[in-house]
């Protein structure tokens, strides 16, 4: 399960803004991004249009291609 949560940090705690739908004692990975930092990618995020639309799917045969193997 992937959950996207907002949290405010205070005294050395993270305070989810609304409550969580985890059982007691869960334990998760935390990935933090400030909320007012911008994403470093966001000025090239979809600069490049090749017109695929199967990268993901044919990821390795488009690695193969490009490095003649």
Request: glycine share 8%; charged share 30%; hydrophobic share 35%.
């Amino acid at each position: 399960m992937t959950l996207t949560v907002e949290a405010v940090y205070r005294d050395g705690v993270l305070k989810p803004k609304h409550p969580l739908t985890l059982a007691e004692g869960t334990e998760v990975r935390l990935t933090l991004n400030a909320v007012d930092e911008e994403d470093p990618f966001a000025d090239i995020i979809g600069i490049c249009h090749s017109g695929r639309r199967d990268g993901a799917a044919n990821h390795d045969q488009y690695l193969k291609q490009k490095h003649g193997r």
